[in-house]
């Protein structure tokens, strides 16, 4: 937060500086702080998720998505995966909701769509449990697109997906944000990082702050290796 105000008082636009953290208590304080440093000023303080479903809410007829899409919560999906499993004649007691859920969320915070599951699976990589959980999330992207759905993990694969193959998109949201500012970065995991690097090319002015020792985030996709690699990654950062 202080080197938000210092951007601004060294006449940096507001509205061009990202600060993103994770949670959404850690980006309320984060933002009554820079409110209380710079009353009314028009930083855009988020999580990354909250961020990336204004995008969609912008953007998202890139992937099929009208602007008023709805977001499932985890009982939202394994009821919808509860029924998926029975409209394609799999044993649920074998397969059950959350773990096929875990399975699939898995994929989508490595950035692995249904179409590439489905065509590892198809050149005979993986097992008879992966071609279980390729049909199973097959399926489920389908059923989330034609109900005009995502779930949370949709919210960062379809902006990274969107800004990994439109660069016309990416350029214009590039601009958009000139200044970025990530909490917690050891905590990102591959789709936060790829959208923290599609929004970092043109202007890298990206600062990151995070501590490889407080990692706390593994278990849910969250890769080390993004703060341990940010000098390879952006060869002009000052460590502070």
């Not at 980006?27 to 204004?54: I, Y």
């Not at 992207?141 to 379809?158: E, P, T």
Request: glycine fraction near 6%; charged fraction near 25%.
């Amino acid at each position: 937060t202080r080197r938000v105000a210092r951007l601004i008082d060294r006449g940096v636009p507001p509205w061009s500086i990202l600060a993103i953290t994770f949670t959404n208590k850690a980006a309320r304080e984060m933002g009554d702080r820079v409110e209380s440093l710079l009353p009314g000023s028009r930083v855009w303080v988020s999580t990354f998720h909250r961020l990336c479903a204004k995008i969609l809410r912008q953007f998202g007829a890139a992937v099929g998505l009208q602007p008023n899409f709805t977001i499932l919560d985890v009982t939202d999906q394994r009821t919808l995966l509860k029924q998926l499993l029975s409209d394609l004649d799999i044993d649920g007691t074998h397969y059950p909701p959350a773990r096929l859920s875990q399975k699939i969320s898995s994929a989508k915070n490595r950035l692995i769509t249904a179409e590439q599951m489905a065509l590892a699976v198809a050149d005979g990589r993986g097992g008879f449990q992966d071609s279980v959980i390729s049909r199973v999330y097959t399926a489920y992207q389908a059923a989330l697109l034609a109900s005009n759905a995502v779930d949370f993990d949709d919210l960062l694969l379809h902006v990274a997906v969107m800004l990994r193959e439109n660069e016309e998109l990416r350029a214009q949201l590039d601009a958009r944000f000139r200044f970025i500012l990530v909490d917690e970065y050891q905590d990102t995991n591959l789709a936060q990082y790829q959208i923290v690097r599609a929004l970092s090319q043109d202007y890298p002015n990206l600062c990151a702050t995070g501590d490889p020792d407080q990692s706390i985030y593994g278990w849910r996709g969250a890769e080390i290796g993004n703060i341990l690699s940010f000098e390879r990654d952006y060869p002009g950062a000052k460590v502070v």
